[in-house]
């Protein structure tokens, strides 16, 4: 075993505007939109695409059951291969890792890979909640499953109580410079984000994500076209995905050993030993604004139980931190479920393009994309740079 | 391409999974794969499943079905919201990656707790077809009777593809519908369902599970005695919208069946995902499949049609005949979506 792999490149990346609700445009239309500024990011036309590898939450969010299947005429897929893969959040990840592998396996050249999700059209906590005839519901969403673990992190690593909403103030302040983010709150002060309404102690309403409609999509492709890219590219410098059992004796909810195995394995191919001095952007999937120092510990940028150091002197933000983390606003700033994960990805690839416009971190060479779903059980990351590895 | 092969498979369909739910289902069937050639999760480098929150009726179903495989160590896994024999296809890349040698790929599927034929009208464009909720079966029908009218098929061709399934399914423990004696008048005799469809034209609908092992080159040859290697795979799609397209025909099956090698070389053995035996028919014109191919000797999905796995089925029902060494080489066939929009071929060959 070991890889024998193809190099890969990211050649472009198109995002849709993320929004409450994408009234004016149908789902075909929503990823159309995504796909077709991916396409033209990477100077590609449909006919230069060999497959599409698509991804999005649970089919409940827009009660659709495997819409690639209707989606695949607007998606170009005539006569190609679609495949649609679903993980829980990780999903937007998941996905972009699929389409690497059929890259670098050299079954194709290039590949467009696209993660959605059209909240608008139904009810997330609603999907979420069905009720099963095995088992009780705990009707808690999302929110309520992770509060006692963050609850947890708190108790463990001595935390001060506003390091979330610390998070949460600069997370929307990055989101300023991201003409793409759903949340645009100019005015917004610090005080406010301190005193909104708790909804799942120590979950403030200030510090989760929205419910959004969009897309993000990249065009994937191998070295010759990585090489023969006019514009920039980010190459791929590693690549993992994870997943453990949600229920067993032992099992850190905190920072799951999958999360850390994850981690590990994408740093080892990527050649990094010390992720803090050696990765100069972070995209990392923080859905409620604690998990910003859970996951900087988990993913070794942080010592145990000092993560939130980072986030309380600053070393995570844009201006001025030597670790930015989140710099287009997060999902705590756009939350469309199923491209979320792609979007953390795509940033990341932004980032070492140097195309990250107003939210670009300066200079920057390698970053880390990351994205988690189910309850913390399953990791999907990747290191790209812009050097080819 | 890298040398891949099937190594061991397991398969459990029944009518219905009434008190049973997916892990209980799936636990022994990944057991039975690993077993089978004696190696535990830990020698399972990566893990790939398909099935469907819209029949499981809960978001994220799948991650409670990962309780079967035992993830703990964490393990490197991924899942595809579609039949198993395309998590099948995801495994394989990733063997090809050289990053893993073995891969453990299952799927399932339980529809008896609803309407089968209403549930799948949610997979149609949702703005112009869709909220006209047509059911599964008159989708079928539409396609059967173009066919028919179109003079590539008869009902007596129907009812002879009927019958070959039954006949074939007999002594497959895995089969719903069979008959040793079951003839063509018989089953022009049954009343129409979805007219020109009667129930034995239509697939019978189980629910179940498959597991599949895969293992690349000398790997596979440590673990099995005769490995079904992979020596063509590919899947392809076509536009949905019933309109748009001829119905006599699936071009998506025959570009993925020439693209893995299916329409050269002998073939001893097809097994078709077709959901009536109209679009069985459809596929034997789309594979050119002759008199000397052996056409779904387990009965094929007409026997037993399990929602999410049938396809992954149909791999493994090809790679038993091969590592048994009653074939040596045949073409397994999956397909989705309405009028067989999408499908893959695996072309399995014995060494």
């Not at chain 1, 609603?126 to 705990?138: E, K, R, T």
């Not at chain 2, 398909?50 to 809960?58: E, K, N, P, V, Y």
């Not at chain 2, 992979?230 to 119905?247: C, E, F, K, S, V």
């Amino acid at each position: 075993m070991g890889s024998l792999g193809e190099r890969t490149a990211v050649l472009g990346v198109g995002q849709t505007e993320y929004r409450a609700t994408r009234g004016d445009v149908s789902v075909a239309g929503l990823v159309r939109e995504a796909a077709l500024r991916a396409l033209a990011d990477a100077e590609c036309t449909w006919a230069d695409i060999d497959a599409v590898v698509i991804g999005k939450a649970p089919d409940f969010f827009e009660g659709l059951m495997m819409p690639e299947l209707f989606l695949a005429d607007a998606l170009g897929c005539a006569g190609k291969p679609i495949l649609r893969v679903h993980t829980a959040g990780s999903v937007g990840g998941s996905t972009a890792l699929v389409a690497a592998s059929l890259i670098r396996s050299r079954v194709h050249r290039r590949v467009l890979t696209l993660g959605f999700e059209k909240q608008s059209e139904s009810n997330a906590t609603w999907a979420l909640s069905l009720p099963q005839p095995f088992s009780v519901s705990i009707n808690a969403g999302a929110g309520g499953y992770f509060s006692p673990i963050i609850r947890q992190y708190m108790a463990r690593s001595g935390a001060p109580e506003l390091i979330g909403c610390m998070v949460a103030y600069k997370d929307r302040r990055h989101a300023l410079r991201n003409p793409y983010a759903h949340l645009h709150q100019h005015d917004l002060t610090f005080d406010q984000v301190v005193e909104a309404p708790m909804l799942w102690d120590p979950i403030r309403f200030s510090e989760t994500c929205p419910s959004s409609d969009g897309a993000c999509a990249m065009v994937l492709g191998d070295e010759a076209a990585g090489d023969a890219s006019d514009r920039p590219v980010a190459w791929v410098h590693g690549t993992a995905m994870r997943s453990e059992g949600n229920n067993f004796p032992g099992r850190d909810e905190v920072s799951p050993q999958a999360s850390r195995d994850c981690a590990a394995d994408v740093f080892a191919q990527a050649g990094i030993t010390n992720p803090r001095a050696e990765i100069d952007a972070v995209e990392m999937y923080v859905p409620f604004s604690w998990y910003e120092p859970m996951w900087l510990e988990s993913l070794g940028f942080a010592e145990l139980d000092q993560g939130w150091r980072m986030v309380e002197d600053g070393s995570t933000s844009l201006d001025g931190g030597d670790l930015p983390v989140n710099c287009s606003g997060g999902v705590l700033s756009s939350n469309p479920i199923g491209a979320s994960g792609m979007i953390r990805f795509a940033e990341a690839a932004l980032q070492v393009r140097g195309l990250a416009g107003d939210h670009q971190v300066d200079g920057a060479r390698r970053a880390f994309g990351h994205a988690y779903g189910g309850g913390a059980q399953y990791f999907a990351m990747w290191v790209v740079g812009a050097e080819k590895p | 391409m890298r040398e891949v092969a099937v190594v061991s498979s397991a398969i459990h369909q029944v009518e219905a999974l009434t008190f049973t739910t997916d892990v209980q289902l799936m636990i022994p069937l990944v057991n039975a794969v690993r077993d089978a050639v004696g190696i535990t999760q830990d020698d399972v480098d990566f893990t790939c499943s398909g099935s469907s929150d819209f029949l499981a009726g809960q978001a994220f179903s799948f991650v409670h079905t990962l309780d079967a495989v035992g993830a703990v160590p964490p393990i490197s896994e991924s899942h595809v919201e579609m039949d198993g024999a395309f998590a099948l296809y995801e495994a394989w890349v990733k063997l090809q990656t050289g990053e893993a040698d073995t891969a453990l790929v299952y799927s399932y599927g339980k529809s008896s707790p609803g309407s089968r034929r209403d549930v799948l009208a949610a997979q149609l464009d949702p703005y112009v077809v869709g909220p006209l909720w047509p059911d599964a079966h008159s989708i079928a029908a539409l396609q059967a009777r173009v066919l028919l009218d179109a003079g590539l098929a008869t009902p007596e061709d129907l009812a002879a593809v009927a019958v070959r399934s039954q006949r074939n399914a007999v002594g497959n423990p895995n089969a719903l519908r069979s008959s040793a004696d079951v003839t063509v008048d018989d089953v022009l005799a049954e009343a129409v369902v979805a007219d020109p469809l009667r129930p034995s034209d239509l697939s019978a609908e189980s629910d179940g599970g498959c597991a599949v092992l895969l293992a690349a080159g000398d790997r596979a040859r440590s673990l099995c005695d005769r490995p079904a290697w992979i020596t063509g795979i590919d899947h392809r799609i076509d536009p949905q919208a019933l309109g748009l397209r001829d119905l006599t025909r699936a071009p998506s099956a025959a570009l993925a069946a020439e693209r893995a090698g299916a329409t050269t070389g002998r073939l001893d053995v097809a097994e078709l995902h077709a959901a009536s035996t109209a679009q069985a028919l459809v596929l034997h014109r789309e594979f050119g499949l002759g008199d000397g191919v052996d056409v779904d000797p387990s009965g094929g999905s007409l026997a037993a049609d399990t929602l999410m796995a049938a396809g992954l089925v149909r791999i493994a029902e090809v790679a038993r005949r091969i590592s048994a060494g009653d074939a040596d080489r045949g073409l397994a066939h999956a397909s989705s979506g309405p009028c067989l929009q999408q499908n893959l071929a695996c072309v399995l060959e014995g060494e």
